[in-house]
């Protein structure tokens, strides 16, 4: 299984930007597909972007036109970037390997990184 780990979060103030990486391990990064979700305190973990393993995207209507997911295989890395942030964007988002099924669908990815905090301020 591929091993993922997420960095980027932070405190940032409404209007804001962060940017997101997703790190991979393995040599077969590229055929990955990849997906970002974040889970609020008290709420289910909601689907945010996922990115197919030839670059075709796709977004939560929450998110379109502020969020932007890509890739860069030579890194082994697909990024999130995150812009006109909103107090409603604070959560901890996750990055997971898709494996079957729906990409909005939490049930069809199979490796789960730990997490990045991304807290929005007034």
């Known amino acids: 299984q591929v091993q993922l780990v997420e960095s980027g979060g932070g405190l940032v103030q409404a209007g804001g930007s962060l940017r997101l990486s997703c790190a991979a391990s393995?040599?077969?990064?590229?055929?990955?597909?990849i997906g970002w979700f974040r889970q609020a305190p008290g709420k289910e973990r909601e689907f945010q972007a996922a990115i197919s393993s030839g670059g075709s995207t796709f977004y939560a209507d929450s998110v379109k036109g502020r969020f932007t997911i890509s890739r860069d295989n030579d890194k082994n890395t697909v990024y999130l970037q995150m812009n006109s942030l909103k107090l409603e964007d604070t959560a901890v988002y996750y990055c997971?390997?898709?494996?079957?099924?729906?990409?909005?669908?939490?049930?069809?990815?199979?490796?789960w990184g730990q997490g990045t905090q991304v807290t929005v301020s007034s």
């Open positions: 393995g040599r077969t990064f590229s055929s990955n597909r």
């Open positions: 997971a390997r898709h494996y079957t099924g729906s990409y909005y669908d939490f049930s069809s990815y199979d490796s």
